[in-house]
């Protein structure tokens, strides 16, 4: 599996990336409009967010992705369209129209994703022009690719972008992706986007099974302070360029499985290590549990306790507040047979903290890298999350903003 | 109803405190033990953690309770006597055994609770010269009260204590309380312990019984950052002193309820208001649901998402995050029906940010009490919630604390 991080959304073969400044962001030297488009017809698919309160575009896209016939993503940042009422369901419909227009497309073969302010009516007349201006910067350079990873950012300190090639049956096979992530944007929330190409043939109802796998092992992982957004989106388009159809229950599922799952693990790390105010890269294993669900739910009771948070910004091996972080996530736990790992060193067993070298395990903690593993001896059952640390950058971002 | 703050726990009759410092704790000018005392016989109940990694004095405190007559509570700060294995478990029996002897009262007449490091042994020659000293400081002035309101603290930055007067079948009935709160204790956890004296007389079932209802409406309305201690305790005395009996289902039954309830809610309200770095106390109303869990669910995502607390700290009515972090509570909403007052003032409705004045609302932010009510248009169920803000504050104190 060959990895790189330049061009990534256009690595797959018939892909075209084009972006644009229209005026939505306040920054003139950003992008805040792109389109990724398949020079072939593509099935595709998508993901979207469940929170109760959702944008416009995600009320729409969840509608248009009903036939699975996808080859175009038309994204802005800058304005998420949320909390918009009619109005804005009526202004992601117009945006739909406008680019099915100038991609010379159906009207049912492209989503639309927003990200940015919210409450704030979409600026028709800029998106017009910036679909416009982006259908006519389409190419497929890296410039093009990595054009397109900044178009989709809002505070986000950095692109996120990786592509990896695979060998199926002999023949190269590319999964290319973009994320945005965890940064917080006036006035508002980190909405999660990440879209995903690739040059292999699959029946949308595959590409969607593939898709829920990848995400369950990368997205559904992370947690930077457990909010939601209105508007996150992962959606994946495959147009077969490469001359290869993807058979169900196949080996050649098997490969492309992992090739996606390594593109959509890398991202979501990614956002959890551009998170706001993120000093730490925080995994946190849970094994032994009775069930996948009840490690899940332990695992994300330690990794959005503030108190564990923020413990991890100040590099303390605090192992009592992630024990009892643990004991209140609503699962039944025996202290006796919990067993705490920080850093691969034994700190807490039988109930009790353990004599471990406390200076070695606190010199651990200076690396930005934080492994937690906590073992219930309950049953066979295991999850893992990422997250990261509670800063004052953290608090400093969130606090100084003004609605 | 008759309000004082002075000397509360033994304003009922019949009560006595001894508090004394015995060296659990470093700082010496402090008291670190303290015993409240039923002069006469009498019915007890308590509550405790449900955190499954719980202390070895809630263990144990569990099971002398089941008996119903309790007649002192025996109480240390500066240690936990959580995770300390069986240890700890035979040394709080041994605090049991010791406080009995000084007490001259039975062994299960008495309740002890830890708060304070864990992870450490309790150190038991320095209890059992605090329970004796303490035995031999009893006495039922204020300065006694309020001695014992100051033992129980950790790093609370002030005592929390009241008492309330009632007339019930024109007899003076006196319900009076301390509790500690918030303070976190190094290396750890914000223990909640809260201890309720009375002269009424009462079978310990309904006295229990009032307490569940007290709890419900007070302390299990409030949150600070989700993370519950192993140590939590909340425990009752009735000495029957005042020469009154409490019926069920009585209308004497009743104004003691609404009396406990105004002390157990003053005091679960001076915890939040003592809130690590708190600068603001914040009540959430949710109104208008389909149930009073779904109502908990919203007001407790809301209370605890540190993207709402951020901009609660900095003064900033940021209606998008509060509404979407209700989206994401886990309850079927409708947008369009969705309507949010922040300080009585609309400021979102039919899915969209009304027209209200900002800077009226900017200028309300600035006080130290905000209310936030969101209606739901769901149902005719309601809960409300009680917070503080997040701060740079709390990150200090959290992050810079090294096991």
Known sequence: MEVSTTGCIVAPRGFQAGSTYCGIKIAKDSLDLGIIFSEYPATGTALFTTNQIYAAPVKLSRKIIQKGRIRAFVVNSGNANACTGDQGYKDAEEMVRIAARYLKI?????????????????????????????????????????????????????????????????????????????????????????????????????????????????????????????????????????????????????????????????????????????????????????????????????????????????????????????????VELDASKTTLYINNILIFAKGMPTQCDLNVLSTSMKNRDITIRLELGLGDYKDTVWTCDLSHEYVTINAEYHT
Request: hydrophobic share 45%.
């Open 106 to 330: 159906s009207e049912d073969e492209l989503l639309i994703a927003s990200t940015g302010i919210i409450g704030r009516p979409l600026p028709m007349d800029k998106i017009n022009a910036g679909i416009q201006a982006a259908v006519n910067a389409l190419g497929s350079t890296q410039a093009h690719g990595n054009d397109m990873a900044r178009a989709i950012m809002t505070t986000d300190t950095r692109q996120k972008a990786v592509a990896v090639r695979l060998k199926i049956n002999n023949k190269d096979v590319t999964v290319g992706g973009i994320a945005k992530g965890a940064g917080m944007i006036a006035p508002n929330l980190a909405t999660m986007l990440c879209f995903l190409t690739t040059d292999v043939s699959m029946p949308a109802m595959l590409l969607n099974e593939c898709l829920r796998n990848s995400a369950e092992s990368s997205f559904n992982r992370i947690t930077i302070d457990g909010h939601m957004s209105t508007n996150d989106t992962i959606a994946i388009i495959a147009n077969g360029a490469a001359g290869i159809t993807i058979p169900v229950k196949s080996n050649e599922l098997q490969i492309f499985q992992q090739g996606l799952d390594y593109v959509t693990s890398y991202l979501a790390k990614a956002i959890v290590l551009d998170g706001e105010g993120a000093t730490k890269f925080v995994q946190i294993d849970v094994i032994g549990a009775r069930s996948r669900s009840e490690a899940t739910r332990i695992a994300r009771s330690i990794a959005d306790s503030p108190l564990v948070k923020t413990a991890l910004n100040g590099e303390d091996p605090n192992w009592g507040r992630i024990v009892s972080a643990a004991g209140y996530a609503g």
